[in-house]
């Protein structure tokens, strides 16, 4: 059974820095390529919206809210994709999500959530 399981999250103190990981698991994405690769991030009482992507062939795009502040890694080989921040404010608080398709397939793989909770 596919399984996507990210880390990382919990109390930050703002200033801090943010490191998620996200792992896949599943006889499929050891048979298959892994495609493109995300994190998204819901933040309390707001939809869930794109925060990074990093494609296959290492073609990266940030969401403009970012600012370049973020920044997205992937091990393909491991099947893992990573996010990245420095100095975090109170509106990084929010619940992270990484994504994951089958290189070739349309079919969205998503992890839990991982909650950041910045404090003051």
């Keep these: 059974q596919a399984q996507l399981v990210d880390t990382g ?14 792992v896949a698991s599943g006889s499929i994405f050891s048979t298959f390529i892994l495609g ?8 309390p009482g707001q939809q869930r919206v794109l925060v990074a992507t990093k494609g296959r062939f290492g073609v990266t795009k940030y969401a403009d809210f970012v600012k370049c502040q973020y920044t997205i890694s992937r091990d393909s080989a491991k099947k893992m994709v990573h996010l990245q921040k420095n100095s975090l404010k109170h509106e990084g ?28």
């Design 93 to 120: 608080t929010a619940v992270y999500y990484c994504n994951e398709k089958l290189a070739g397939q349309e079919k969205d793989y998503w992890g839990q959530g991982t909650l950041v909770t910045v404090s003051s």
């Design 36 to 43: 493109p690769t995300g994190w998204y991030r819901q933040a």
């Design 9 to 22: 999250g919990g109390l930050v103190q703002a200033g801090g820095s943010l490191n998620l990981s996200c």
